[in-house]
């Protein structure tokens, strides 16, 4: 029996929406080319922090089985691309991946399938890239076979709203198509928004991720401004916030990580500039952005000094290395240029995170010490760089030593802010 889906790229994507079609009674299939996500999926292990081992064993019972072999897309009514989207090392959007997984859907392609393209990328990759690749099979779209572009909005560590209540754009490469996608999606979701074409949809979802990097640049780009004027950025955002219109709080930190805000807008950036357009308020927010760890090591380096410690001689604490707080996701965690930062000081770092066993950054260990409360007291300075949920419970006066709170949600004497 043919699968009602099969999604290809099993990871913070591809297996939530896996895991919806069960839910929502679909047969469902998966492919990866990494055999250690596939055996683990075997095992029952989940990967993927939003999913535990019980909904691998619920997919599992309904039916779900994922392979290495793209023999297991055959003949899928359904087949939704997930792969990864991200940048090459000099920065450049990184679109090997999914050209990789598009000419495997293209070589099980049957008539009548539906593919949809969730990962994110450049307004004008599903029809121009993606498109010629399918059609070289001599299928065509919209008379043979459906394809559509429906970005995927989920938010890794969001206990509040789930891939079901989260409206879904979807968008076709005709109107049929873009039907077909809608009559599939509106099994999964509660609400499905039709764009009017691919590039709107893929734009969209830029748009989305843009908003946040150039927000999250504003405030920080204000924390700095704070700093020099002497204000309280923390308690002018606070009382901003009570705005109950016009005002979308953001929060200044350490910079930005993650899969999405550091990456997506690289490919809005690329595509304005081949196209000879400059994205200034991007281009701007980058530099704002990227400058954050280095203003932290900065801060951190006065901070010793200030409390008599020579940087060089010093060791500090990373409180918090992965991008988000309480999510396990270390991909472009601001803490690794944190790391480098302060190495490049001559300082010794250790870390600690409740969701990492190994931090390394370029392939040297960051030791790891077991508590928080052990980390501070071990330190000459603990830097908190992620606000997860369990630091919030930790006194930072206790180990009378000096803390950078880059979050903004520490309290204490010796606590000082970003
Ligand atoms: N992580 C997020 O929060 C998030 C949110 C919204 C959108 N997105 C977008 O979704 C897409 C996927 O992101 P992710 O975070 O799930 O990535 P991921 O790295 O967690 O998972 C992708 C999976 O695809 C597999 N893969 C890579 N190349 C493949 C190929 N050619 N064929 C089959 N499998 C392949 C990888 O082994 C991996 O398991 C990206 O475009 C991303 O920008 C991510």
Same mark, same amino acid.
């Given at each position: 029996m043919p699968a009602d889906l099969a999604v290809v790229g099993l990871g913070y994507v591809g297996l939530p929406l896996a895991r919806r079609a069960c839910e929502a009674g679909l047969d469902v299939v998966g492919h990866d080319t990494d055999p250690a996500v596939v055996d683990g999926l075997a095992q029952g292990r989940s990967h993927v922090g939003d999913l535990g081992d019980r909904d691998i064993a619920a997919m599992t019972a309904a039916g779900f089985r994922a392979a290495t072999d793209p023999g297991i897309l055959t003949g899928a009514r359904t087949v939704a691309v997930c792969v990864p989207t991200g940048l090459t090392p000099s920065g450049e959007p990184d679109l090997g991946p999914l050209t990789s997984a598009v000419r495997t859907v293209a070589g099980r392609l049957s008539p009548g399938t539906l593919v949809s393209v969730e990962s994110t990328s450049h307004p004008g990759t599903t029809e121009e890239i993606v498109r010629p690749l399918l059609e070289a099979t001599g299928l065509r779209v919209g008379e043979d076979f459906h394809l559509a572009y429906s970005p995927e909005r989920i938010d890794p560590g969001? &206990?509040? =709203?789930?891939l079901r209540d989260t409206p879904k754009i979807v968008s076709g490469c005709t109107t049929l198509c873009a039907k077909h996608a809608a009559g599939f999606y509106e099994q999964l979701v509660d609400e499905v928004v039709v764009a009017r074409g691919t590039r709107e949809a893929e734009m969209a979802k830029l748009l989305e991720n843009a908003y946040r990097y150039v927000n999250i640049a504003l405030v920080d780009e204000a924390a700095l401004y704070c700093e020099r004027v002497g204000i309280d950025v923390w308690d002018a955002l606070r009382c901003a916030g009570?705005?109950? =219109? &016009?005002f979308a709080p953001f929060r200044p930190g350490p910079g930005v990580g993650g899969h999405c805000v550091p990456v997506d807008p690289r490919y809005l950036m690329a595509h304005a500039a081949a196209r000879g357009f400059s994205f200034r308020t991007l281009d701007a927010a980058r530099e704002v952005l990227d400058a954050m760890p280095g203003h932290v090591v900065e801060r951190a380096r006065g901070l010793l000094r200030r409390t008599g410690t020579d940087p060089a001689e010093a060791r500090v604490a990373l409180l918090g290395?992965? !991008?988000?707080?309480?999510?396990?996701d270390l991909r472009e965690s601001p803490a690794y240029a944190v790391v480098r930062g302060l190495r490049a000081a001559g300082v010794r770092v250790v870390h600690h995170d409740p969701y990492t066993e190994d931090f390394a950054v370029d392939g040297v260990p960051v030791p790891r010490q077991a508590s928080a409360r052990e980390a501070v007291a071990g330190a000459d300075l603990a830097v908190l760089l992620q606000d997860h949920a369990? !630091?919030?419970?930790?006194?930072?006066?206790a180990a009378g030593r000096p803390v950078l709170d880059t979050r903004g949600t520490a309290e204490g004497h010796r606590v000082e802010r970003l």
């Amino acid at each position: 029996m043919p699968a009602d889906l099969a999604v290809v790229g099993l990871g913070y994507v591809g297996l939530p929406l896996a895991r919806r079609a069960c839910e929502a009674g679909l047969d469902v299939v998966g492919h990866d080319t990494d055999p250690a996500v596939v055996d683990g999926l075997a095992q029952g292990r989940s990967h993927v922090g939003d999913l535990g081992d019980r909904d691998i064993a619920a997919m599992t019972a309904a039916g779900f089985r994922a392979a290495t072999d793209p023999g297991i897309l055959t003949g899928a009514r359904t087949v939704a691309v997930c792969v990864p989207t991200g940048l090459t090392p000099s920065g450049e959007p990184d679109l090997g991946p999914l050209t990789s997984a598009v000419r495997t859907v293209a070589g099980r392609l049957s008539p009548g399938t539906l593919v949809s393209v969730e990962s994110t990328s450049h307004p004008g990759t599903t029809e121009e890239i993606v498109r010629p690749l399918l059609e070289a099979t001599g299928l065509r779209v919209g008379e043979d076979f459906h394809l559509a572009y429906s970005p995927e909005r989920i938010d890794p560590g969001n &206990g509040r =709203f789930s891939l079901r209540d989260t409206p879904k754009i979807v968008s076709g490469c005709t109107t049929l198509c873009a039907k077909h996608a809608a009559g599939f999606y509106e099994q999964l979701v509660d609400e499905v928004v039709v764009a009017r074409g691919t590039r709107e949809a893929e734009m969209a979802k830029l748009l989305e991720n843009a908003y946040r990097y150039v927000n999250i640049a504003l405030v920080d780009e204000a924390a700095l401004y704070c700093e020099r004027v002497g204000i309280d950025v923390w308690d002018a955002l606070r009382c901003a916030g009570t705005k109950p =219109f &016009g005002f979308a709080p953001f929060r200044p930190g350490p910079g930005v990580g993650g899969h999405c805000v550091p990456v997506d807008p690289r490919y809005l950036m690329a595509h304005a500039a081949a196209r000879g357009f400059s994205f200034r308020t991007l281009d701007a927010a980058r530099e704002v952005l990227d400058a954050m760890p280095g203003h932290v090591v900065e801060r951190a380096r006065g901070l010793l000094r200030r409390t008599g410690t020579d940087p060089a001689e010093a060791r500090v604490a990373l409180l918090g290395v992965t !991008y988000k707080a309480d999510v396990a996701d270390l991909r472009e965690s601001p803490a690794y240029a944190v790391v480098r930062g302060l190495r490049a000081a001559g300082v010794r770092v250790v870390h600690h995170d409740p969701y990492t066993e190994d931090f390394a950054v370029d392939g040297v260990p960051v030791p790891r010490q077991a508590s928080a409360r052990e980390a501070v007291a071990g330190a000459d300075l603990a830097v908190l760089l992620q606000d997860h949920a369990e !630091y919030r419970s930790v006194d930072w006066d206790a180990a009378g030593r000096p803390v950078l709170d880059t979050r903004g949600t520490a309290e204490g004497h010796r606590v000082e802010r970003l």
